[in-house]
């Protein structure tokens, strides 16, 4: 599958995700800065989140959260924060086109129609859709139609939940459709992760599968990467003592440029199934391996026997695997103790 210009799947390397989210803090240089670092890091693209405070919460949701004992992470009321930390059009615009320049893909995750036309104006390379949405189908359904890639987080949702979501993109003759796993708390405790339920969504749905991940730390994605993640999504931050949401679980520039570099290691590392001994192996046979050789010193004409036979570095001459095929034979020539034996010395 093509995510713009870059191929993901199950031999290809990693995709990274910088996730941004609101990370940016309404602040625009902030958001240029994230980008910038982003595409430094060397991650494939930088991923937003579209919504307004009209789009996504509801009256009695924001009456109901007017003031959080955390003032790091809230500066005010959940009304207050959402406006502040909104993306207008033009401020969508702008980060799209600074991407652009950075040489980094700009994308995001919609949460209303309107949002979904605004990025398909953007040209955005796929739709993401948070794990909040796997059950809101009317939207995943307008998504599908547009007929670019569809990438699904699975936090918080039932197998059955996750088949139908996939029905429904499918059913708008949508099959680019990648899911990620996900586990929808900030940060999960590492026994409710269970990376192999990468493994379960691909065997049930037969689509690529990656990881949008909430821990701390670069251990997790690169371990999902080892088991197969075509695509890692990881919050990202400047600085994870900054205020706001997300910044305390976002990995950092350093830590991005980590799961990016050692990411690609890992992806390489992996290799095939078929069993393969390298050239350079093949090298290292002649200095690592054994011979057989003499215990003492021997005569033209002596018959040997396995008494007479020891093995030792290196492994120019006979194999020890060969012993049978040397035990019975004649030397043809005097051998000297501890000399390697070849084939030209036996008769």
Request: glycine share 6%; aromatic share 6%.
């Amino acid at each position: 599958m093509m995510l713009g210009e870059v191929e993901i799947g199950p031999n290809r390397p990693p995709y990274i995700i910088a996730e941004v989210g609101s990370n940016h803090n309404g602040d625009m240089n902030l958001c240029r800065r994230l980008i910038d670092a982003a595409a430094e890091a060397g991650a494939h693209a930088v991923k937003f989140q579209s919504w307004t405070d009209k789009s996504l919460i509801a009256e009695e949701e924001y009456a109901r959260n007017t003031e959080y004992s955390d003032k790091k992470k809230h500066f005010g009321s959940l009304r207050e924060m959402v406006t502040a930390y909104q993306l207008t059009s033009e401020q969508h615009r702008e980060a799209h086109a600074h991407c652009q320049a950075a040489g980094i893909a700009f994308c995001s995750t919609p949460f209303s129609i309107e949002e979904v036309d605004l990025l398909e104006e953007l040209d955005v390379p796929f739709f993401k859709i948070a794990s909040m949405d796997v059950v809101h189908l009317p939207l995943l359904k307008y998504v599908a139609r547009k007929q670019r890639p569809v990438v699904i987080s699975t936090g918080m949702a039932t197998l059955g939940e996750i088949e139908e979501a996939v029905e429904v993109v499918r059913a708008e003759g949508n099959e680019q459709i990648v899911l990620l796993h996900c586990v929808s708390i900030y940060p999960p405790e590492y026994g409710t992760i269970h990376l192999r339920n990468m493994a379960t969504l691909q065997r049930a749905f037969d689509v690529p599968v990656g990881f949008s991940d909430h821990t701390l730390g670069t251990a997790i994605p690169l371990a999902a990467i080892a088991i197969g993640a075509c695509i890692i999504e990881k919050h990202f931050t400047l600085d994870q003592d900054m205020e706001g949401w997300d910044h305390a679980i976002s990995a950092d520039p350093v830590q991005l440029r980590t799961i990016v570099t050692e990411g690609r290691n890992i992806f390489s590392a992996l290799g095939d199934t078929h069993r393969v001994v390298s050239r350079e192996e093949m090298e290292k046979r002649k200095k690592f391996r054994r011979s057989l050789v003499a215990r003492h010193s021997l005569e033209q004409g002596h018959l040997l026997i396995e008494s007479d036979l020891d093995a030792k570095r290196p492994g120019t001459g006979i194999s020890p695997s060969e012993l049978s095929y040397v035990i019975g034979r004649r030397l043809v020539c005097d051998v000297a103790a501890d000399q390697v034996l070849d084939w030209k010395h036996l008769g």
